[in-house]
């Protein structure tokens, strides 16, 4: 228990960061730290495969791109625009919702009883295989066809015909 209350603060420490920092880098690898803690959420709460699809495809894959994304742009403080009136008046309105939104949130906050699972094997990669291969096997099969047939269209229309080249 005290293992998730310390994976817990480092998430929201973390995700203050993330907002609070001044390098749009920075902020994108505390991004990553903050998806990394709730990689090992998930492990708590005995659903790896969540965990594992977490850490691939947000931290490898979506996060990677938003880092250089950020680091190919030019992000001089000169070329930016000054904000007009209009801009500020909205993100006062913004926050000002989302400060209602969180007193809300904090009222209607109560203690809560923990949950037990009943079962262990709630949440495993294996039982989640056996359902995938066994009850959806067909709709599986398909989706993996039409998968196919997009990197066979991505890989024709991204070749040059050499005819056309010049």
């Given at each position: 228990m005290n293992t998730f209350y310390f994976i817990a603060f480092l998430s929201i420490f973390f995700s203050i960061l993330v907002?609070?920092?001044?390098?749009?880098?920075?902020?994108?690898?505390?991004?990553?730290?903050?998806?990394?803690?709730?990689t090992i959420h998930?492990?708590?709460?005995?659903?790896?495969?969540?965990?594992?699809?977490?850490?691939i495809v947000?931290?490898?894959?979506?996060?990677?791109?938003?880092?250089?994304?950020l680091m190919l742009m030019n992000l001089n403080k000169e070329s930016e625009q000054p904000k007009s009136n209009l801009i500020?008046?909205?993100?006062?309105?913004?926050?000002?919702?989302?400060?209602?939104?969180?007193?809300?949130?904090?009222?209607?906050?109560?203690?809560?009883?923990?949950?037990?699972?009943k079962d262990p094997n709630l949440g495993l990669v294996k039982?989640?295989?056996?359902?995938?291969?066994?009850?959806?096997?067909l709709p599986f099969e398909i989706s993996s066809v039409l998968l196919l047939s997009a990197m066979v269209g991505a890989v024709l229309l991204a070749t040059k015909d050499p005819k056309t080249a010049a």
């Amino acid at each position: 228990m005290n293992t998730f209350y310390f994976i817990a603060f480092l998430s929201i420490f973390f995700s203050i960061l993330v907002i609070t920092a001044k390098n749009p880098v920075h902020s994108i690898l505390y991004l990553i730290l903050t998806f990394f803690t709730f990689t090992i959420h998930y492990i708590l709460l005995n659903a790896q495969f969540l965990a594992i699809v977490n850490f691939i495809v947000y931290m490898g894959a979506i996060l990677v791109l938003f880092l250089y994304t950020l680091m190919l742009m030019n992000l001089n403080k000169e070329s930016e625009q000054p904000k007009s009136n209009l801009i500020k008046f909205a993100a006062v309105i913004g926050g000002g919702c989302f400060l209602v939104t969180i007193v809300a949130a904090l009222k209607a906050f109560g203690a809560s009883n923990p949950v037990i699972l009943k079962d262990p094997n709630l949440g495993l990669v294996k039982n989640l295989g056996k359902v995938l291969f066994n009850e959806y096997l067909l709709p599986f099969e398909i989706s993996s066809v039409l998968l196919l047939s997009a990197m066979v269209g991505a890989v024709l229309l991204a070749t040059k015909d050499p005819k056309t080249a010049a």
